[in-house]
């Protein structure tokens, strides 16, 4: 094995060991309010993220029967807001269109959780404050220090840095397996995933 590959294991590993699991409780019993009292769930993320924040609104819909979106799937109105209103509040002016309640929920999806101090995911930052005056929670995914998100959320995981020349891939990698976790957690998931509920453990078919 190269030490390249070496090292990127023992680092995930070494992160999986220090997730905290306390927050990963209180993410799991806040999202199964969130359903039980019919509110929606709106993820958000930019880059990578934006790619887990899709991935993620498919898995909550379809495992767990939450209502879920996220203005990523929309590249019409994405790209509007953006050339029209300006990237900073494409995503606020999205969740104001969504009229959203005290019921709903926001999961942003991100390596430093926004800062207007260094200009970094401000669109974050915007759409965090827009759920807040709301009244929503705000979930969250983050690396680094946690950014706006971790300041102004409710229930926030940073992903530990253990490579601090490591830290977006490790934290947009982590964020698949804490939303994979999530749907799948007895607690949450209605409807088991296709290989599983296909093919016994031992191959034969159920």
């Given at each position: 094995?190269?030490?390249?590959?070496?090292?990127?294991?023992?680092?995930?590993?070494?992160?999986?060991?220090?997730?905290?699991?306390?927050i990963l409780e209180?993410?799991?019993e806040r999202l199964v309010r969130l359903r039980q009292e019919d509110g929606r769930l709106f993820i958000v993320?930019?880059?990578?993220?934006?790619?887990?924040?899709s991935h993620a609104v498919s898995d909550f819909r379809k495992l767990t029967g939450?209502?879920?979106?996220?203005?990523?799937?929309?590249?019409?109105?994405?790209?509007?807001?953006?050339?029209?209103?300006?990237?900073?509040?494409?995503?606020?002016?999205?969740?104001?269109?969504?009229?959203?309640?005290?019921?709903?929920l926001l999961l942003i999806l991100s390596v430093g959780g926004g800062s207007l101090e260094r200009n970094i995911s401000a669109n974050l930052v915007s759409?965090?404050?827009?759920?807040?005056?709301?009244?929503?929670?705000?979930?969250?995914?983050?690396?680094?220090?946690g950014g706006a998100t971790r300041r102004l959320g409710d229930i926030v995981l940073v992903i530990p840095t253990v490579n601090p020349h490591s830290v977006t891939p490790h934290t947009e990698a982590f964020q698949a397996v804490i939303w994979h976790g999530l749907v799948s957690d007895p607690r949450l998931m209605v409807q088991g995933n296709k290989w599983e509920t296909t093919v016994r453990v031992d191959g034969a078919k159920p």
């Open positions: 094995m190269s030490s390249f590959w070496k090292q990127h294991l023992e680092e995930t590993a070494q992160i999986a060991s220090r997730l905290d699991l306390v209180r993410m799991v993320g930019v880059g990578g993220s934006a790619g887990n924040a939450i209502e879920a979106y996220s203005p990523v799937d929309n590249v019409s109105e994405l790209t509007a807001r953006t050339n029209d209103e300006g990237w900073e509040t494409v995503f606020s002016a999205w969740l104001t269109g969504s009229r959203p309640t005290a019921r709903d759409v965090l404050k827009t759920a807040k005056a709301a009244g929503m929670e705000v979930l969250g995914v983050v690396g680094r220090d």
